[in-house]
């Protein structure tokens, strides 16, 4: 494990991506050894992060690896997991980005691999995200990186975000916060999928939307 006295809430950081991983390996929001999360250290210019070839039910102190902002990666027997560039990248844009929780869930992957943005139709998702961009595959058809994920969120207002044929993305100030995204977009493709069901079975091609995410915002723009 790297010096504690360098990061002295390396312990309560590596515990907290521990027991989110495995709500999220729980939840079957990521199975085997995809998807990622990784958290900012306190000191600001280095995250802890889950390492190439790990399971989410898998985490342990050992095995997490700690990188500082500008790549170098603390000494560790693992490899890098692919996604790390955009992870740091992410946190180098958005200084109220503490957290990162990268799955691939099936009802947003599936949304996602139709090339289809999955739509924020619940008062939650317009409270808690407001819009959830389909970032589509790199320009030679290969994963996404830094390069399409993060000109998408330098906008600040971006919570969310669903890789097309690869998975989501959810951020937040915190990893339980961010995996509270990283739930509602799933759950939301799922109440889509159903929705957009049972209306085909129906005959009938719209359905409202809500335009406020709480009863507060209603009366204050009424």
Partial sequence: ???????????????????????????????????????????????????????????????????????????????????????????????DINAIVHCHSPWATGYASAGLEIPCLTVQTIEKIGRMPLIALSANGGPQTEVEISPVFRDPQIRAAVLANHGTIGVGKTLMAAQYLAEIIEETAHIAYVRDTLMAAHGRSTADLPRYGTAADARAAG
Avoid at 30 to 58: C, D, H, M, W, Y
């Fill in 1 to 95: 494990m790297a010096d504690t006295a360098r990061f002295p809430d390396l312990t309560d950081k590596m515990d907290a991506l521990i027991a989110t991983a495995r709500r999220s390996f729980d939840l079957r929001l990521q199975t085997n050894a995809g998807g990622n999360l990784s958290v900012r250290l306190g000191a600001g210019n280095a995250i802890v992060i889950k390492p190439s070839g790990v399971g989410f039910a898998e985490c342990t102190r050992d095995n997490l690896q700690v990188v500082l902002l500008d790549g170098t990666i603390l000494p560790s027997e693992l490899k890098p997991s692919k996604d790390l560039d955009f992870h740091l990248d992410l946190y180098r844009i958005r200084p």
